[in-house]
């Protein structure tokens, strides 16, 4: 060996060249990039907003009130990403966060635990009814979950882990008995509501039901399939129990930084207000991008964690793709049903029948099955619900730097809202704001007197705000059609795409949405792989 | 984007949607003047078109593609316009070869393939300006073809019904082209376009052809169809014109070595069976495949293929003893084991050769290429009489000529 053997060196500067640019300072972003960190390399984030933290981005939206983002508690963290990444997010020591289920007529059905392990407001047998069904759920949705930690298996490339992914579920299927495992895969692709029916009486927690299982997604309880939003829910955890949830110490508002913190310790530099232009591609293989100021950064490694449609419709290059592939990217469904409301309250609400303590948990509104079935109805034909369903914490209570002393931050979940209103959101938002407030005035007497300021984000806004293509938090529908294998969609759902080194890591790649980090995660450990799978 | 144009009101789209059904066959703009001229009454449907088969003799009228001139109507043949800024980029996208190199007023043959490499099917694409293109092919396939434009400004719209076409094959081509004045067609290279006067409009001319000979094909749009074919018809009394049938035209592009989409590989779109599509290199089309390019439908499955050696067929010319054609026999290997298929077979007039387009299942084709049998069923008053026949693996074309190339061209 001869001098001359050496390696020449690099003839990129340094400074424009990494191992792996990571496109998205959302949560699974950072996830991506502080397991790729981790791994010793060079790793850079470009994130287009002024701050990190995508959809948990935090915002002043009155002033001296803040709201934390999109999401407004944590119930599917997965403990094994906080763990390897060092994500210290905890529950504040104390009861489980309680989820108040309100009517309007009775006393708040409260569940208690993880998703009701002992619930207040209902009879005794309803209640035991209630932990037979959740039981069910529960160990249905374990068999589901063991597939979330990796990524979905290739067909046509079946490999060794993938088999003893399938054998473990045939096993933990029939672990229980045949019985049990004829009745899993009787439910799997049933709708909520014959579910419900089959086992509940009260209409309160068959709402919750619908509600939990339809969040997010466009359907209604009674459509085929609902159960498995259901599922998805309940395959997240909290302090190790299914079905759980939490907001951390802090609030809402450390989640991002904890995310951030992970990511930094990492080594990973992380750049704001760097928009991405396109992403370079050129034979089919990716080699960095190009911000929208013009600047080039090259790596070999490109995993973009935004929305697959925003990848792939506005940053890479039409040509660089096959047909078939835009095809099938362009028809992901990807439209918002859910609207979220920030309230500034000069005082906290008061919700009838609930005591000041249950305040500080979950408040859903849904009256029954029936409710969340009718709130649907309109939302197939592009109008909002007349009469929606939500879900509403109290941030400020979590986190007293969101409101001023006395005052009390209000945030919702609501749906139906549909992305592609009729009417369009211009005029419909003014409406849908002041029946969301009737709402919250009928269940909360005195609340619209105390209301300082009201924000209400629709998908649209959603959309605008933190691109998020049709402002679905999922980045695509989370149905049967969009999940595993298909999400987004087959030649790109093992989280590599058709271009080679350009990997997909947000709620729109395998497993969904949702503060988990495993999206990220995977895509991280998947690239990491490499050669070994 | 398309060539559908939108109705006055709903109950007139009606009327005209359901008008449809009174011509089942449509009647190419050259149609009056081949109905006076056929003698047999043997049409077939060409893509919807009424189309013959044979006008008054299969044989005189091959002899008179390969011996004097030939006129055959090509107007069903599919035919999109695509301009636009990204026209080159969109069809470099589209199609297998590299757009970049076809010149303004240049032709190539190509084929598409969708994203698994497989192929859709393969036609002429004419560079007709900068940003201005025509490809022409035997299956439609609009929504593909609308679909690849998506995120590139270029607009396609299928003018199949509006352009006429006539092809003008065979050693006088030429001389009835000049007759008919076309001055500057002797310039006209292999795969050269040109513009002609013609009846106050224009008429394209390129030196094209599906027969392996010296030959052209014209483009008018659909009103000036007639005048056009008496124009040539007039010229060509001298230099023994005659219209033919595709019965002809089959048997010189087998001698030509040429392939038909739907006879000699199944398209990817028109399959039912998932075995039964084809990558480029599994019929012959390996050469037009450009990796250098840039990127293009199903570049990443072709290469993968021929990495990973999992190409499963390729397309062969066979010559086979004897003088029977052995149009879809069975290919075997030692007599014993089944090798593929014949596509398409003809006894070859002028190379005086039996010889056939084949299909065989690698390694048949690759690594074996000895030892190749066809087991004719020749159908002899009622009963099969079995032949086994010796193959062998010859180069396509199986008929050269030089007449095809020469430039300027041969008067004769």
């Not at chain 1, 999940?483 to 709620?507: D, F, H, K, W």
């Not at chain 2, 009846?199 to 030959?215: E, K, M």
């Not at chain 2, 008053?381 to 007449?403: C, G, H, N, S, T």
Request: proline share 6%; net charge neutral.
């Amino acid at each position: 060996m001869t001098s001359s053997d050496a390696p020449p060196s690099s003839p990129k500067t340094a400074a424009q060249s990494y191992d792996a640019i990571v496109i998205g300072a959302g949560h699974n972003g950072l996830a991506a990039a502080a397991k790729l960190g981790r791994s010793g390399r060079r790793v850079l984030v470009l994130e287009a907003a002024n701050a990190p933290g995508g959809a948990m981005r935090g915002r002043e939206f009155a002033p001296g009130f803040r709201s934390a983002g999109l999401a407004h508690l944590v119930n599917r963290l997965d403990p094994e990403v906080a763990r390897d990444l060092g994500i210290a997010l905890a529950a504040t020591p104390g009861p489980a966060m309680p989820t108040a289920v309100l009517d309007g007529e009775r006393e708040p059905a409260v569940l208690r635990g993880a998703y009701g392990e002992t619930i207040d407001g209902v009879t005794a047998d309803e209640a035991a009814a209630f932990s037979r069904l959740r039981d069910k759920l529960t160990f249905q949705a374990g068999i589901l979950k063991r597939f979330l930690r990796r990524a979905p298996p290739q067909l046509g490339a079946i490999g060794i882990g993938d088999i003893s992914t399938l054998m473990a579920a045939g096993f933990g299927v029939i672990r229980k008995g045949r019985a049990e495992g004829r009745d899993f895969l009787r439910m799997l692709l049933m709708n909520v509501a014959d579910v419900a029916d089959e086992y509940l009486e009260d209409d309160r927690l068959k709402g919750l039901l619908a509600f939990d299982a339809t969040l997010g997604i466009h359907l209604g309880p009674r459509s085929p399939t609902s159960l498995l939003g259901l599922y998805y829910r309940l395959t997240g955890e909290a302090d190790g129990k299914a079905g759980g949830q939490f907001i951390p110490q802090g609030g809402m508002a450390a989640v991002a930084p904890a995310f951030l913190k992970a990511a930094e310790t990492a080594g990973v530099t992380i750049r704001c207000g760097a928009r991405v232009g396109r992403i370079l591609a050129d034979r089919g293989k990716a080699g960095g991008v190009v911000l929208a100021d013009g600047s080039e950064l090259s790596a070999p490694v490109v995993v973009s964690a935004i929305h697959p449609q925003a990848t792939f419709l506005q940053l890479v290059d039409a040509a660089e793709t096959g047909t078939g592939f835009l095809r099938a990217i362009r028809h992901v469904r990807s439209a918002g049903n859910v609207a979220k409301l920030d309230l500034a309250l000069s005082r906290m609400p008061s919700f009838a029948g609930l005591s000041g303590r249950d305040h500080a948990g979950r408040i859903v509104i849904a009256r029954s099955m029936t409710h969340v079935e009718n709130a649907f109805n309109p939302a197939k034909y592009g109008e909002f619900s007349p009469d929606p369903v939500m879900e509403i914490v109290l941030p400020s209570l979590a986190d007293s730097t969101l409101a001023p002393d006395g005052a009390c931050t209000l945030s919702a979940l609501v749906q139906y809202a549909p992305y592609k209103l009729k009417a369009g959101w211009e005029t419909g938002k003014p409406a849908f704001l002041r029946i969301v407030i009737d709402i919250l005035e009928r269940h909360a007497p005195g609340l619209s007197d105390t209301i300082l300021a009201a924000e209400l984000s629709t998908p649209a806004d959603i959309e605008a705000e933190y691109n998020l293509p049709g402002g679905h938090w999922h980045h695509g529908e989370l149905q049967a059609d969009q999940l595993l294998v298909n999400r987004p969609t087959g030649a790109a759902s093992g989280y590599a795409t058709p271009i080679e080194g350009l990997y997909l890591a947000s709620a729109g790649a395998h497993p969904g949405g949702g503060i988990s980090g495993l999206a990220g995660w995977n895509a991280a450990r998947h690239i990491l792989a490499g050669d070994r799978r | 984007m398309n060539a559908l144009t939108k109705p006055a009101n709903a109950a007139e789209a009606r009327r005209a949607a359901r008008d449809h059904i009174a011509t089942p066959r449509l009647e190419t703009p050259f149609h009056p003047r081949l109905s006076a001229l056929d003698a047999v009454n043997d049409w077939y449907n060409w893509a919807g078109c009424k189309a013959p088969h044979a006008l008054f003799d299969e044989e005189l009228e091959y002899f008179a593609i390969r011996s004097t001139a030939a006129l055959f109507d090509i107007s069903p043949m599919v035919k999109y316009r695509i301009d636009g800024p990204d026209a080159e980029r969109y069809l470099n996208r589209l199609t297998l070869r590299d757009v970049r190199k076809l010149g303004v007023g240049r032709v190539h043959y190509t084929a598409w393939c969708d994203d698994d490499g497989h192929v859709l099917d393969d036609g002429t694409l004419f560079r007709l300006g900068d940003q201005d293109f025509r490809l022409c092919c035997q299956e439609r396939h609009l929504p593909w073809l609308l679909d690849s434009a998506f995120g590139l400004a270029v607009d396609i719209r299928e003018e199949t019904e509006e352009i006429a076409g006539v092809a003008l094959q065979g050693p006088t081509s030429y001389a009835v082209l000049a007759k008919a004045g076309f001055s500057g067609a002797e310039r006209l290279k292999p795969f050269d376009i040109g513009s002609f006067a013609h009846d106050g409009g224009t008429v394209t001319v390129s030196r094209t052809g599906f027969t392996g000979d010296l030959g052209y094909e014209l483009f008018v749009p659909r009103q000036a169809a007639l005048p056009l074919w008496d124009r040539l018809w007039t010229a060509g009394a001298d230099h023994g014109i005659r219209a033919i049938g595709y019965a002809a035209l089959n048997r010189t592009r087998i001698e030509a070595g040429f392939i038909v989409a739907n006879a000699d590989f199944v398209t990817a779109e028109a399959a039912l069976r998932a075995d039964r599509v084809r990558l480029p290199d599994e019929i012959g089309l390996d050469w037009l495949v450009d990796p250098d390019k840039p990127n293009f439908n199903g570049r990443r499955a072709i290469l993968d293929a021929r990495r990973n050696q999992t190409l499963k067929h390729v397309l062969v010319g066979l010559e086979i003893e004897g003088n029977i054609p052995a149009e879809h026999a069975f290919v075997y290997h030692r007599g014993k084991r089944e090798a593929g298929l014949v596509t398409a077979a003809i006894w070859s007039p002028t190379a005086k050769r039996n010889v056939a387009i084949a299909s065989l299942d690698r390694p048949y084709g690759t690594r074996f290429v000895d030892d190749l049998w066809v087991e004719i069923y020749a159908m002899r008053e009622l009963k099969y009489q079995k032949m086994m026949k010796r193959a062998k693996i010859v180069p396509r074309p199986f008929v050269k000529l030089a007449r095809r190339t020469a430039t300027p061209p041969g008067l004769r």
